[in-house]
T-cell receptor, first 111, second 115 residues
Framework: KQEVTQIPAALSVPEGENLVLNCSFTDSAIYNLQWFRQDPGKGLTSLLLIQSSQREQTSGRLNASLDKSSGRSTLYIAASQPGDSATYLCAVKGYGNKLVFGAGTILRVKS | DTGVSQDPRHKITKRGQNVTFRCDPISEHNRLYWYRQTLGQGPEFLTYFQNEAQLEKSRLLSDRFSAERPKGSFSTLEIQRTEQGDSAMYLC?????????????FGPGTRLTVT
């Protein structure tokens, strides 16, 4: 059974700082991995998707990496802004149909 | 393309009542998923449709829950005899395998509060 863990559970940083969010998964037989952002009381916004054959994906100030063999992914946020404050969720898709999510990292960027 | 939509956005009901939620996927997305998210947790998979066929159901989907996707377009999720433990955010997502990486696009969710 796939299990996804995100560390840290919460993070508070001053504006402008670079930061890394961590995601680990127990079964390396994945099809892809997605990072999502969730604002309080809202749905999920997809940030980046990394296919199992890829090592990283970049979008603006965001960079996600994937090391499938070790069961790890990181989301790097450069030059953080108060608008980046949200919960960040990591989810893996195996060769079935569902996404398995971690519990998320709550990020607060202080101005 | 307006994205995945869900209705209602919020629902407050008394224990024992039945509720029904609707999800409209992105047009031409033939795959539709329901997830449930409780406070402080990530979403958990409930069920999956490919066109009108319900192909997978989680053990979380007790016999009080039923989902349909008539004609392979919108989907409904009904909860009968609601319990306080059903209070959660219910999220719908859709995907189109023809687009490649099976990326799932989520709607805004329906927040259910059972009093």
């Amino acid at each position: 059974k796939q299990e996804v863990t995100q560390i840290p559970a919460a993070l508070s940083v001053p504006e402008g700082e670079n930061l890394v969010l961590n995601c680990s998964f127990t079964d390396s037989a994945i099809y892809n991995l997605q990072w999502f952002r969730q604002d309080p009381g809202k749905g999920l916004t997809s940030l980046l998707l990394i296919q199992s054959s890829q090592r990283e994906q970049t979008s603006g100030r965001l960079n996600a990496s994937l090391d499938k063999s070790s069961g790890r992914s990181t989301l790097y946020i450069a030059a953080s802004q108060p608008g980046d404050s949200a919960t960040y969720l990591c989810a893996v898709k195996g060769y079935g149909n569902k996404l398995v999510f971690g519990a998320g990292t709550i990020l607060r960027v202080k101005s | 393309d307006t994205g995945v939509s869900q209705d209602p956005r919020h629902k407050i009901t008394k224990r024992g009542q039945n509720v029904t939620f609707r999800c409209d996927p992105i047009s031409e997305h033939n795959r539709l998923y329901w997830y449930r998210q409780t406070l402080g947790q990530g979403p958990e998979f409930l069920t999956y449709f490919q066109n009108e066929a319900q192909l997978e159901k989680s053990r979380l989907l007790s016999d009080r829950f039923s989902a349909e996707r008539p004609k392979g377009s919108f989907s409904t999720l009904e909860i009968q005899r609601t319990e306080q433990g059903d209070s959660a955010m219910y999220l719908c997502a859709s995907s189109n395998p023809g687009e490649g990486p099976y990326e799932q696009y989520f709607g805004p969710g329906t927040r259910l509060t059972v009093t």
